[in-house]
């Protein structure tokens, strides 16, 4: 009797288990449906954009037929991190490359939407989504947008710049074609790729479609390259007005030959973004012991006295960060010199042994802002200051951290760690606000987490005050 009791008891936990999983497969599809993220918006965006249809299809941040407080999810702004990208959105696999812009108490979140694996080539989307911040420090986030598209090819690299001048974002992408790997696309003697540009002036609500800027940046290139990508992360606007997107460029050593040497780099626009032209490369450099350092993702900011300064990842496991100026707002650059305590990933440990990995490094971002009010200038501490993330370990892409710099990049100070476990890519923005009267320096910043592989996008925020008390720093 017992036995047939512990039967039924085990089939009614089984039928209620059973029915939790489809009550929530229902609300992911259906209830999703009803507000547009489900896969069949983006299959319909995709048969558009084929089509060549941009004009019909309610796709590059259109909310005109959504409810402005038709929000996804609103939490209190803290100092712990909250998922606004989350795996398998959409049906989708990942979301991967995070990129960040805060103007006018919005935050603008970007990343690429990767249909088919953690892969670079394949079915590839740029989306976004906006998070306003009211008075009492709550981020409201509205739904996910569908941002680029280009038809026959992935999207990606997404690198927002605000226009401050204009009061608009602009938006500095690539495209490739879907079957082509980057070792494909780098192995080519010239580039099979775009390069586009698009713009919102409502804050990221609507987007222009996009403009093919190819032929005025890497067709005006001095070598013609075998592969150009832009950012990733944010680019930045200068003193001058000058727009500025950081990339890097792949150019054959010798003209049709096998080696290939990678360049960081940016393009510059001088008309609020309608036209676009290429900046200067970091060269080659030498470490200590006569390796060639070679630069490849990079990071920008604008220091004191119009310093315009590369923070560059480097293809060697054993070579750290590596920083590179120019003194004429990014015309040309001066030899890359690594920073030795900016650590990145190189190695792996398998079996109790260091390996090394087969793409060693890994993307960082940089943000640059005012010394606080009352800051005593001196040869060590400048007026402008920089915060710098990325996962500071020499191993796994782990333990995401920010490092402060109060000295134009020469020295950076301990890492705070944000994030204990996987992670990856990262981008920073900041901005003020006034609480008591009193101005208040924030950052806010977007990540790539995962389990074993980085699948989700997270975001935090915190303030200048929260750094200082977590690193071990003399003011």
């Known amino acids: 009797m017992r036995t047939k009791l512990h039967i039924k008891c085990i089939f009614v936990v089984l039928g209620?288990?059973?029915?939790?999983?489809?009550?929530?497969?229902?609300?992911?599809?259906?209830?999703?449906?009803?507000?547009?993220?489900?896969?069949g918006r983006l299959d319909r965006a995709r048969i558009a954009l084929n089509n060549g249809d941009y004009h019909n299809y309610d796709m590059y941040g259109s909310l005109q037929n959504h409810e402005e407080n038709d929000n996804f999810f609103t939490w209190r702004d803290q100092d712990v991190g909250r998922v606004v990208f989350p795996k398998y959105m959409f049906g989708w696999s990942i979301v991967r490359i995070p990129a960040l812009v805060y103007h006018k108490n919005v935050y603008i979140a970007f990343c690429e939407m990767r249909a088919e694996s953690h892969g670079d080539a394949g079915n590839i989307n740029i989306i976004a989504k906006r998070g306003h911040r009211n008075?009492?420090?709550?981020?409201q986030w509205e739904e996910t947008?569908?941002?680029?598209?280009?038809?026959?090819?992935?999207?990606?690299?997404?690198?927002p710049i605000v226009d401050h001048v204009r009061d608009a974002i602009i938006l500095i992408f690539v495209a490739f074609p879907p079957g082509m790997t980057e070792s494909q696309l780098i192995k080519n003697v010239t580039y099979h790729q775009l390069v586009m540009v698009m713009k919102s002036t409502d804050l990221g609500r609507t987007w222009s479609i996009p403009v093919d800027i190819t032929a005025s940046t890497l067709n005006a290139m001095r070598r013609i390259p075998s592969m150009f990508a832009t950012g990733p992360g944010h680019g930045i606007q200068l003193k001058s007005g000058r727009l500025i997107a950081q990339g890097n460029v792949h150019v054959k050593k010798v003209p049709g030959g096998k080696f290939t040497y990678d360049f960081s780099t940016v393009i510059y626009s001088d008309d609020g973004g309608s036209t676009w032209s290429p900046g200067g490369t970091v060269p080659l450099g030498w470490d200590s012991f006569e390796n060639i350092i070679m630069t490849n993702e990079a990071t920008v900011v604008e220091l004191d006295n119009n310093l315009l300064c590369l923070n560059s990842r480097t293809p060697n496991a054993f070579q750290t960060r590596?920083?590179?100026?120019s003194k004429n707002g990014g015309l040309q650059f001066g030899l890359p010199q690594l920073s030795d305590n900016l650590v990145e990933s190189g190695f792996k440990m398998r079996n109790g042994n260091l390996h090394l990995l087969k793409n060693p490094g890994c993307e960082g971002s940089m943000v640059a802002f005012p010394a606080p009010p009352g800051t005593n200038i001196t040869d060590d501490v400048h007026k402008t200051w920089v915060l710098f993330s990325n996962p500071a370990n020499m191993a796994d892409r782990t333990r995401l951290s920010v490092r402060l710099s109060t000295n134009s990049l020469k020295t950076w100070s301990e890492p705070w760690r944000l994030h204990e476990g996987s992670s990856g890519y990262s981008d920073l923005a900041y901005y003020e606000t006034i609480e008591n009267r009193k101005k208040v320096q924030n950052f806010a910043i977007l990540y790539e987490i995962g389990t074993n592989e980085m699948s989700e996008i997270s975001f935090r925020t915190f303030t200048l005050q929260d750094v200082i008390r977590n690193i071990p720093l003399s003011l």
Request: net charge positive.
């Open 322 to 325: 590596a920083i590179s100026c």
């Open 16 to 39: 209620v288990v059973v029915l939790m999983v489809l009550v929530d497969n229902w609300l992911t599809y259906y209830w999703l449906d009803e507000k547009g993220y489900n896969r």
């Open 135 to 139: 008075r009492n420090n709550q981020i």
């Open 145 to 159: 947008m569908l941002i680029a598209a280009v038809p026959g090819m992935r999207s990606m690299c997404p690198t």
